[in-house]
């Protein structure tokens, strides 16, 4: 294999679930939204930025402690044994120094982790989005902006900030999935041997972080999440941009997504025309005039066809 098989195959070793959503993704040419308040969605349009902000100031914050519990008891539980036994026949004494390294960390998980959330879209959703969504986000104002998947699922270490898909897991349902990679990792024993100590723990730590960080309870599967996740204490960005935001009245550190390319890095189809699939616009009591302004945004951006490009939504949903 060359490398680059190499590397996907150790993905799909070492994080199955994530891997698959990658593949039914590309396979099908997926596009993601972002449904958000016409505010905001006027301020990513206009200053061609997305804002990332701390785990610990949004909805999402309990989620990590779902995943964290999910976590701790798989790890705990026969299926830790089986994950440990192996480990430990690889490099004797690793699984003391992988807790200790990880449990130094979930401090930062919590509240050093910054994040951007999308959504799957559905082809079924072109015109009128979906009703959950609008009901969740945006107020009496929401927009969904669709968006082509290129930037979300190109292999690019230009951000430090990497694309995960959610998996919605009650602890049971986890250790399932926490079952399959340990058998998909003794059915690879020989290749994980070859990898050294400290590739290995690399690996393990970020499938571990990555677990905790993109676990969310069942009741939520209808959002079909992803996460931008970016970790400035592990993984520092040269390209993402640190300020201090007022959100609704608090304010906050921020990491800024600038959405332009980054060719010499494989990072590409990030600008407005590029990434910009159409906009939504939901249940308003101004469509018009939201309709009238977000085509001058798209047109004044570069998007060619702006017109043909913003929908308003026909769900009769009251705010």
């Known amino acids: 294999m060359d490398v680059d098989q190499a590397e996907l195959h150790l993905r799909e070793?070492?994080?199955p679930y994530a891997a698959r959503k990658y593949n039914e993704m590309r396979a099908r040419s997926g596009r993601f939204v972002?449904?958000?308040s016409a505010e905001v969605a006027v301020s990513i349009i206009k200053n061609k930025e997305v804002w990332m902000r701390k785990s610990s100031t949004m909805n999402d914050f309990m989620?990590?402690?779902?995943?964290l519990k999910c976590l701790s008891t798989a790890y705990t539980a026969d299926i830790g044994s089986r994950f440990k036994d192996l480990l430990e026949r690889l490099h004797p004494g690793f699984c003391k120094d992988l807790e200790k390294q990880f449990d130094a960390w979930i401090p930062s998980f919590q509240h050093?982790?910054?994040?951007?959330?999308?959504s799957e879209h559905l082809d079924g959703e072109d015109r009128i989005g979906r009703l959950s969504m609008w009901r969740a986000y945006g107020g009496t104002t929401g927009v969904a902006i669709v968006m082509n998947n290129g930037p979300f699922l190109r292999d690019s270490d230009a951000l430090s900030a990497y694309t995960s898909p959610v998996g919605y897991f009650s602890v049971d349902q986890f250790k399932r999935e926490f079952d399959h990679t340990v058998d998909g990792m003794h059915a690879n024993e020989e290749l994980l041997r070859s990898l050294d100590r400290d590739e290995l723990m690399d690996r393990v730590f970020h499938m571990f972080q990555y677990a905790v960080l993109s676990t969310k309870h069942p009741g939520f599967h209808e959002e079909r999440e992803w996460r931008i996740i970016h970790s400035p204490?592990?993984?520092p960005s040269r390209n993402l941009v640190r300020d201090i935001a007022v959100v609704r009245g608090s304010p906050q550190p921020i990491f800024k997504i600038p959405l332009q390319n980054f060719p010499g890095e494989g990072f590409t189809g990030a600008t407005v025309p590029e990434l910009l699939?159409?906009?939504i616009i939901g249940p308003t009591v101004h469509p018009l005039p939201t309709y009238e302004a977000f085509v001058t945004l798209l047109e004044q951006a570069g998007v060619p066809d702006a017109a043909e490009k913003v929908f308003i939504s026909d769900i009769p949903l009251r705010q």
Request: aromatic share 12%; with cysteine.
């Open 13 to 15: 070793i070492f994080t």
């Open 34 to 36: 972002h449904y958000t």
């Open 63 to 67: 989620e990590i402690q779902h995943g």
């Open 112 to 118: 050093h982790t910054f994040l951007t959330c999308v």
């Open 277 to 279: 699939d159409r906009i």
């Open 233 to 235: 204490m592990i993984d």
